[in-house]
């Protein structure tokens, strides 16, 4: 928004009493002429933060609550207090409710709204808080049930791509380094290195869960409060694990949003890397697989073209997402202790964070298993390259041979099948012992892919019965 920095200046210079002056702003009291209208809308939240409303309101009765345990309002305040936030909640949910930009922001609009609503008491439920401990609260409660749901949703993702490789446990692959070929592997080992990066992830965000599970309000502005609040009451019924520590630091870092950010960013990146190998799989070049077509558009222009839209997008987001973590750390950077108005811009990235997040997840998890193998495909290009030439290695340091001594051999046999135009396994056994005599009849086994994959059968390989362990590790591990 274009306000230049002058206008900003509030309440600086003494001018003359303003005439009017609108009831009704919670902080009103003590100024002398409203706000200037644009300044107005350059500090309001409202617009993005009535996205917390439902945690604001949970919030408040958990507070008040306390309160009247505390008997720091009474049994009747509460009464109302929930009579009308009941009033609220319906109004919200039914697109009811009047947001108004005067409120400023989500607290202060249902603050207003509840003592519209039932009078007295709703100007009590402000006592021994801030908003400052309030938001704090707010956002832990909003986060704590999108990380369920992301956490939810990365579990989801893992099931569809050990089902997929269950299912393409002895699907032959190249695999790449370098984006070479490599060496054989099975297509359903490759997709297990992606359940593993998950699996990552989803220990991550549990693991930023219990820090952010904690309660700050008790906080109050900065310096806690003399009211004889009980803030484990409040911690307790609201399914915190614990209360903050320190009323300062409770109110003004937002290093678990930031952390959430780092988890989502890393998650992020490998959606991106799987994401990048759909698009080079689904190209005719390497045709290994196809997504179904409700993931894919078409070009307005060249009629045989299938786009993979979906996967193109998420490594595009990945970008958002990053960016998004780079914006809260560097709003939490020069902050004095304790509470900051910069704070409020930590909402906007993380709820764009938040919904880029689960909604990539909710996709990829669809989209998984609708995605078509080409298994001949991945095969043929598993035997070109020599991807077996590293096993024929193997096997002369087995018959003897120092590994450096078998890698020149196989060099040398690589060259001559490449003059031929063939691959190691159709070279005849002649030629072969011609490279070297240790080379026998069983060399066969070494240089077929089916050979190649079974003999990596150790944890962690490739073999079909690797995947096949793997995959009943990976089902175990899910369900604990
Ligand atoms: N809307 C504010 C935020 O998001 C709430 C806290 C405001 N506190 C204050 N002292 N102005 O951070």
Known sequence: MPTRPSSARRAAVPRKKAAT???????????????????????????FDKRLARDDIDGSIAHARMLAAKKVISRKDLVAIERGMA??????????????LDAEDVHLNIERRLTALVGDPGKRLHTARSRNDQVATDIRLWLRRELDAIVALLGKLEVALIDTAEKNADTAMPGFTHLQVAQPVTFGHHLLAYVEMFERDRERFLDCRKRLNRLPLGAAALAGTSYPIDREHVARSLGFDAVTENSLDSVSDRDFAIEFCGCASLAMMHISRLSEELILWMSPRFGFIMLPDRYCTGSSIMPQKKNPDVPELARGKTGRVYGHLMALLTLMKGQPLAYNKDNQEDKEPLFDTVDTLHDTLAIFAEMIPGIRVNRERMRAAATEGYATATDLADYLVKKGLAFRDAHEVVARAVRQA???????????????????????????????????????????????????????????RLAR
């Open 418 to 476: 490449e003059t031929r135009g063939v691959d190691l396994a159709e070279l005849s056994l002649a030629e072969l012992r011609e490279f070297s005599p240790v080379i026998g009849r069983d060399v066969a086994k070494v240089l077929t892919l089916e050979g190649s994959l079974a003999g990596r059968k150790h944890i962690g390989g490739t073999a079909p019965a690797a995947v096949r362990a793997a995959v009943v590790r990976a089902r175990r």
């Open 21 to 47: 002056k609108k009831p009704g702003v919670a902080w009103s009291g003590r100024f002398a002429e409203p706000v200037d209208e644009r300044v107005k809308r350059y500090t309001a939240s409202v617009d």
């Open 87 to 100: 009033s609220i909640r319906r109004e919200i949910q039914e697109g009811r409710f009047d947001w108004s």
